[in-house]
C-alpha cells in the first residue's frame, strides 16, 4: 500500500511535465496554463504598512485610516490602523477597529472587551427606556463575547457563510416600585456574513469590477422567566469588497459610506 502511494505521487509531477513539454499552445494543456492555475487570488484586503483609505461617510463627513504598524496583543501578531479623526470617543463600529489579523482562511478583527462594554451600554439602555412607565428600576447586565470577530473568509466566493461573532447576555431588572421583583434574562445576539454577488461599483475614488458584496445580518432571542422567544431578525450592514483595494463601499441604517481616495503601499 505505502509503495503504491510514493509512486503514484512520484508519478504526477513526471506526467505534469510531459503534458506542459507536449504542449503546442493552440490545445491541451500548456506551460502557461499551468502557471496561471497556480496564481494567487486578488488580494480582497490588503494589509501592507503605509497603506492609506479615506472614505466619506453619508452626512459628508470624511475620515481615514492608515495602517501604521505591528502590535503583539496575547498570542497573535496584529497590524494597527491609525485613524483621522480618532475613533477613541466614538460608539462602537465593528468596521471601524483598529487592530486585525490575517490568516490563511480569514480576516479577524480584534474587539477585545470593547464590544461587550458597547453591548452592556446598548442593552441597559434598550431595558431602560422599555421599563420606564414602571417607575424606578435597578439593571444589572454582564455581556460575554469572543475577543475577534470574523470579518470575512479567505478567498470570498459567492454563497459563503460565516459566523461573524456570537454574544452573549444575563442579568436581571429589578422593580424597585414594584417590590423590588425581579425579572431574569438571557440575551444570545448572532452576527452571520454571507457573500451575495460579485458585480461592479462606482465611488469617487474610481470604478471597480470583481466586487464581492458581504452582507451582515443579526438574530437576537431572548430568555426571559425560562421562556424563549426570537426578538429581532435584521440586515445590519452590506460592504463591498475590490481586489487589490479593499472596502470601497459601506451601505447601513444611516446611508452610503463610499471609499474617496487610496493608496496601497508595496
Known amino acids: 500500500m505505502c509503495y503504491r502511494l510514493l509512486r503514484g505521487m512520484f508519478c504526477i509531477p513526471f506526467l505534469l511535465l510531459m503534458i506542459i513539454g507536449c504542449g503546442n499552445g493552440e490545445e491541451g494543456i500548456t506551460r502557461e496554463s499551468v502557471v496561471r492555475s497556480?496564481?494567487?487570488?486578488?488580494?480582497?484586503?490588503?494589509?501592507?504598512?503605509?497603506?492609506?483609505?479615506?472614505?466619506?461617510?453619508?452626512?459628508?463627513?470624511?475620515?481615514?485610516?492608515?495602517?501604521?504598524?505591528?502590535?503583539?496583543?496575547?498570542?497573535?501578531?496584529?497590524?494597527?490602523?491609525?485613524?483621522?479623526?480618532?475613533?477613541?470617543?466614538?460608539?462602537?463600529?465593528?468596521?471601524?477597529?483598529?487592530?486585525?489579523?490575517?490568516?490563511?482562511?480569514?480576516?479577524?478583527?480584534?474587539?477585545?472587551?470593547?464590544?461587550?462594554?458597547?453591548?452592556?451600554?446598548?442593552?441597559?439602555?434598550?431595558?431602560?427606556?422599555s421599563y420606564q412607565e414602571f417607575g424606578d428600576i435597578k439593571i444589572n447586565v454582564n455581556a460575554v463575547s469572543q475577543e475577534e470577530l470574523v470579518f470575512f473568509r479567505i478567498p470570498p466566493a459567492r454563497g459563503i457563510q460565516w459566523e461573524v461573532i456570537d454574544m452573549?447576555?444575563?442579568?436581571?431588572?429589578?422593580?424597585?416600585?414594584?417590590?423590588?421583583?425581579?425579572?431574569?434574562?438571557?440575551?444570545?445576539?448572532?452576527?452571520?456574513?454571507?457573500?451575495t454577488r460579485l458585480e461592479s461599483v462606482e465611488t469617487p475614488a474610481g470604478a471597480f469590477d470583481d466586487c464581492f458584496k458581504i452582507q451582515y445580518d443579526s438574530k437576537v432571542t431572548a430568555v426571559v422567566n425560562e421562556e424563549e422567544e426570537e426578538l429581532l431578525r435584521t440586515e445590519v450592514q452590506n460592504i463591498w469588497l475590490a481586489p487589490e483595494v479593499g472596502v470601497v463601499k459601506i451601505e447601513d441604517e444611516d446611508g452610503i459610506t463610499e471609499l474617496m481616495e487610496y493608496a496601497i503601499a508595496e
Open 168 to 195: 452573549r447576555a444575563s442579568g436581571n431588572v429589578i422593580f424597585r416600585d414594584q417590590g423590588n421583583f425581579i425579572l431574569p434574562f438571557e440575551l444570545n445576539w448572532v452576527n452571520t456574513g454571507i457573500v
Open 38 to 129: 497556480f496564481e494567487e487570488p486578488p488580494n480582497y484586503y490588503p494589509n501592507t504598512i503605509g497603506s492609506r483609505w479615506v472614505y466619506r461617510s453619508p452626512d459628508g463627513f470624511e475620515w481615514a485610516r492608515e495602517v501604521t504598524e505591528t502590535v503583539e496583543i496575547g498570542l497573535h501578531l496584529y497590524h494597527v490602523f491609525n485613524y483621522d479623526p480618532p475613533i477613541e470617543d466614538a460608539r462602537f463600529n465593528f468596521l471601524k477597529t483598529p487592530s486585525y489579523r490575517i490568516t490563511r482562511n480569514r480576516v479577524l478583527f480584534f474587539v477585545g472587551d470593547e464590544i461587550d462594554r458597547a453591548y452592556k451600554e446598548d442593552l441597559t439602555d434598550f431595558l431602560r427606556e
